[in-house]
């Protein structure tokens, strides 16, 4: 079964600084894909990023980049110049291509704070 | 385009009642998820179905618990005499039949469940 694990359940970081989230995963398919969520106060559930596992070059958008490692099986995210508005939990994510199988699967998440 | 849309947004009800979360998928989509998330922990899946089908409910607890999504009207998340521990926020997302990448993108707002 796959699992998702992120391992810092809680990180601070100055306003305009950067931060990386950790993610690991374990999977045994070649092809999947990742997601890291937002989840505010006001718990709606916000996509943030998504890579598939087929493309080696790591998506960005905006503020917003992950660092893909394949065969480490890790999956960061990197959000660049804090703002405090990014202040929020943060779930990296995984999703099998089998469309019979078409459940998410989410980390404990991991609580950002911004200070100002 | 509205959003996926859930009602309520919140529920209160005593041990032994029923409760019955509802969810209207975006325009055009014929596919939707629920997801539970306890306190301090991240989404887990409950269950996934397509019009008038369920087609995956492995996450679901096997008493107590049913889904529905009718042909016509939203789906229905039914939880019959609640207790204490199915106090939690209830996630439906959806997606249309021909983007596999939509489970990605489209949360409703959630409904906070409360037994008292």
């Known amino acids: 079964a796959q699992t998702v694990t992120q391992s810092q359940p809680e990180m601070s970081v100055q306003e305009a600084e950067t931060v990386t989230l950790s993610c690991t995963y374990d999977?045994?398919?070649?092809?999947?894909?990742l997601f890291w969520y937002k989840q505010p106060p006001s718990r709606q559930m916000i996509l943030v990023i998504r890579?598939?596992?087929?493309?080696?070059q790591n998506a960005t958008e905006n503020r917003f980049s992950v660092n893909f490692q394949k065969a480490a099986k890790s999956f960061s995210l990197k959000i660049s110049d804090s703002q405090l508005g990014d202040a929020a939990m943060y779930f990296c994510a995984y999703r099998s291509p089998n469309p019979r199988d078409d459940k998410i699967i989410f980390g404990k998440g991991t609580r950002l704070h911004i200070l100002p | 385009n509205a959003g996926v849309m859930q009602n309520p947004r919140h529920l209160v009800r005593r041990r032994g009642q029923e409760a019955r979360l509802r969810c209207s998928p975006m325009k055009g989509h014929s596919h939707v998820y629920w997801y539970r998330q306890l306190p301090e922990e991240g989404l887990k899946f409950m269950v996934y179905l397509q019009k008038e089908n369920i087609i995956d409910e492995s996450g679901m607890p096997k008493e107590r618990f049913s889904a529905e999504f009718p042909k016509e009207g939203p789906s229905i998340l039914r939880i019959q005499q609640v207790v204490r521990g199915d106090s939690a926020a209830y996630f439906c997302?959806?997606?249309?039949?021909?983007?596999?990448?939509?489970?990605?993108?489209?949360f409703g707002p959630g409904t906070r469940l409360t037994v008292l």
């Open positions: 890579q598939e596992a087929y493309k080696q």
């Open positions: 997302a959806s997606s249309p039949p021909w983007d596999l990448w939509a489970p990605g993108g489209f």
């Open positions: 999977t045994s398919e070649s092809d999947y894909y």
